[in-house]
């Protein structure tokens, strides 16, 4: 648009000008995704055919993890969706790491019974499955094209999560983990359309898990906690999450390995892992999962058991520049005493980790694993290519990542 007088030339450069201005302007934005809607506590599954009627769903195809299923997990939801005159159908075969045959036979019986929801249940595994399933269905794209950097497909078909472990935080996030076809490498895919509408988070679910499971999870979230408070792109409100999550971990892991029908400690924990997944959906994670997301695909090691193996020495790693940030989480450890430099918080948040990791009964190294001193350097490049090394707050080399994996497999 010209003024009165001013010529076309002017008029083209005075608009350049203004935009280029306008771009620069904004300063420390930060965005922030969340679900739309979502009912925590004892017995809130019971709420979910009320909560599902609310939104118009007329038929839910539901996400299942296989165990949960056999051990009866879901006979309340069954029942409330039956109350609340929803048709529903099961798919329970999610195992430990689905790869892309499940979500695509997964994805066909959504289409075929023509759903307007998908429902994850159970471990991060089934939620992270009905997430892509959900996308999958709508775009009628494959796993590979989700995958793609820049895929621009949306979701139309409805989406929840009710998790039964405290660890994935899945059903808060907008990413999904899939393992590919070889079963040697994993899809990380990053979609806004991921993060569900709906979650439940019911800690009665979660009263059954064995202590190995417990811990596992329970670190996993800690993981979550304290990669998303160092993150490059962490913002106030991230850090606020997620160490607000670091204190009730350290406060309540140990209580719910040691005493699993503990329903108060129980839900602490699974309101932790809910903070530390909004946490890091919103401010990325680090080093620690671009290489647990390639040593787990490669070697079957469980994704929390990787995470807590790689903690400490990915800490250790970063603490180069992470000084202010581990010293502040070592408080929330309750590690720290008067008198201690920064640097001395710092490490001591580093041991208590270690400490941690002890107490609730997982292996503190990667020591008498069948992961392999040649396949070093492909999981080291692998890693640098994973989404989350974007976001780890130091530089890191195919070099670094060798050795650190080096310090891990040496310590016994």
Same mark, same amino acid.
């Given at each position: 648009?010209?003024?009165?007088?001013?010529?076309?030339?002017? /008029?083209?450069?005075?608009?350049?000008?203004?935009?280029?201005?306008?771009?620069?302007?904004?300063?420390?934005?930060?965005?922030?995704?969340?679900?739309?809607?979502?009912?925590?506590?004892?017995?809130?599954?019971?709420?979910?055919?009320?909560?599902?009627?609310?939104?118009?769903?007329?038929?839910?195809?539901?996400?299942?993890?296989?165990?949960?299923?056999?051990?009866? +997990?879901?006979?309340?939801?069954?029942?409330?969706?039956?109350?609340?005159?929803?048709?529903?159908? !099961?798919?329970?075969?999610?195992?430990?790491?689905?790869?892309?045959?499940?979500?695509?036979?997964?994805?066909?019986?959504?289409?075929?019974?023509?759903?307007?929801?998908?429902?994850?249940?159970?471990?991060?595994?089934? *939620?992270?499955?009905?997430?892509?399933?959900?996308?999958?269905?709508?775009?009628?794209?494959?796993?590979?094209?989700?995958?793609?950097?820049?895929?621009?497909?949306?979701?139309?078909?409805?989406?929840?999560?009710?998790?039964?472990? /405290?660890?994935?935080?899945?059903?808060?996030?907008?990413?999904?983990?899939?393992?590919?076809?070889?079963?040697?490498?994993?899809?990380?895919?990053?979609?806004?359309?991921?993060?569900?509408?709906? /979650?439940?988070?019911?800690?009665?679910?979660? *009263?059954? *898990?064995?202590?190995?499971?417990?811990?596992?999870?329970?670190?996993?979230?800690?993981?979550?906690?304290?990669?998303?408070?160092?993150?490059?792109?962490?913002?106030? +409100?991230?850090?606020?999450?997620?160490?607000?999550?670091?204190?009730?971990?350290?406060?309540?892991?140990?209580?719910?390995?040691?005493?699993?029908?503990?329903?108060?400690?129980?839900?602490?924990?699974?309101?932790?892992?809910?903070?530390?997944?909004?946490?890091?959906?919103?401010?990325?994670?680090?080093?620690?999962?671009?290489?647990?997301?390639?040593?787990?695909?490669?070697?079957?090691?469980?994704?929390?058991?990787?995470?807590?193996?790689?903690?400490?020495?990915?800490?250790?790693?970063?603490? +180069?520049?992470?000084?202010?940030?581990?010293?502040?989480?070592?408080?929330? *450890?309750?590690?720290?005493?008067?008198?201690?430099?920064?640097?001395?918080?710092?490490?001591?948040?580093?041991?208590?980790?270690?400490?941690?990791?002890?107490?609730?009964?997982?292996?503190?190294? +990667?020591?008498?694993?069948?992961?392999?001193?040649?396949?070093?350097?492909?999981?080291?490049?692998?890693?640098?290519?994973?989404?989350? !090394?974007?976001?780890?707050?130091?530089?890191?080399?195919?070099?670094?990542?060798?050795?650190?994996?080096?310090?891990?497999?040496?310590?016994?």
């Amino acid at each position: 648009m010209t003024t009165p007088g001013q010529s076309p030339d002017n /008029a083209l450069i005075e608009s350049i000008v203004t935009h280029t201005v306008d771009e620069l302007a904004p300063r420390g934005l930060f965005n922030f995704n969340a679900p739309r809607q979502t009912l925590m506590g004892e017995g809130a599954i019971l709420k979910i055919g009320e909560m599902l009627g609310h939104l118009g769903v007329t038929h839910v195809l539901v996400v299942a993890d296989r165990v949960v299923y056999e051990k009866g +997990l879901m006979r309340s939801m069954e029942r409330s969706l039956e109350r609340a005159g929803i048709e529903f159908t !099961i798919y329970p075969a999610i195992t430990q790491e689905p790869d892309e045959s499940v979500v695509t036979s997964a994805t066909e019986l959504l289409t075929r019974n023509q759903a307007d929801f998908v429902l994850g249940f159970g471990g991060g595994s089934a *939620l992270d499955a009905a997430k892509v399933i959900a996308l999958a269905g709508s775009c009628q794209s494959s796993l590979q094209q989700l995958a793609e950097p820049g895929f621009g497909g949306r979701r139309v078909i409805g989406l929840g999560a009710v998790p039964t472990t /405290a660890g994935t935080g899945s059903e808060v996030t907008d990413i999904s983990v899939i393992m590919r076809a070889d079963r040697k490498h994993k899809y990380v895919i990053k979609q806004v359309d991921l993060m569900p509408d709906l /979650a439940i988070v019911d800690p009665g679910l979660m *009263l059954n *898990l064995p202590p190995l499971v417990t811990a596992a999870t329970g670190i996993d979230a800690l993981t979550h906690a304290i990669e998303a408070y160092a993150a490059r792109s962490s913002h106030p +409100l991230a850090k606020a999450l997620a160490i607000c999550a670091v204190q009730s971990i350290a406060e309540a892991l140990p209580v719910v390995v040691g005493n699993g029908g503990d329903v108060a400690a129980r839900l602490t924990m699974a309101t932790a892992a809910y903070k530390a997944g909004l946490a890091f959906s919103n401010s990325g994670l680090g080093l620690v999962h671009a290489i647990s997301h390639q040593i787990g695909a490669r070697y079957r090691l469980a994704h929390g058991i990787a995470n807590g193996i790689l903690l400490p020495y990915v800490m250790r790693f970063n603490a +180069l520049v992470c000084q202010q940030e581990y010293a502040a989480i070592a408080h929330m *450890l309750g590690v720290t005493r008067t008198g201690m430099t920064q640097r001395e918080q710092c490490m001591a948040s580093i041991d208590a980790v270690r400490q941690l990791l002890s107490d609730v009964g997982l292996p503190g190294s +990667l020591a008498g694993t069948n992961i392999h001193r040649d396949d070093f350097a492909a999981i080291a490049a692998d890693a640098l290519e994973d989404v989350c !090394i974007r976001d780890n707050p130091r530089d890191v080399t195919e070099a670094d990542i060798v050795q650190l994996l080096e310090e891990v497999c040496s310590t016994k």
